[in-house]
């Protein structure tokens, strides 16, 4: 298991852009799967980003092209670049971490964006 804790939330206009950090509490290097889902009211959970074997990043069709995952071994993070933000794009966001392919995910406690005039 790892722990996890978001920051970097907050209120940003349509078009404005975030950066979402994920402090992970133990090394990153090996950790297969890192990355950020986000839920709205009443909404299923969802992907919005994921780097796999801290080579391979996966994004929702929704978020391609204005959204960017990344990572920083050294100091143990995950971050998420948000770009020309939207309203659908609120919700609270949540990092994961899966050490191991099969593993059980661990989970921070979120951070709330919310995008609106």
């Known amino acids: 298991q790892v722990q996890l804790v978001e920051s970097g939330g907050g209120l940003v206009q349509p078009g404005g852009s975030l950066r979402l950090s994920c402090a992970a509490s133990?090394?990153?290097?090996?950790?297969?799967?890192m990355g950020w889902y986000r839920q709205a009211p009443e909404k299923q959970r969802e992907l919005v980003a994921v780097?796999?074997?801290?080579?391979?990043?996966k994004y929702a069709d929704s978020v391609k092209g204005r959204f960017t995952i990344s990572r920083d071994t050294a100091k143990n993070t995950v971050y998420l670049g948000m770009n020309s933000l939207k309203p659908e794009d609120t919700a609270v966001y949540y990092c994961?971490?899966?050490?191991?392919?099969?593993?059980?995910?661990?989970w921070g406690q979120g951070t709330q964006v919310t995008v609106s005039s």
């Open positions: 780097i796999i074997s801290g080579r391979e990043a």
């Open positions: 133990r090394s990153i290097f090996n950790i297969y799967l």
């Open positions: 994961t971490a899966v050490t191991s392919k099969g593993a059980m995910g661990s």
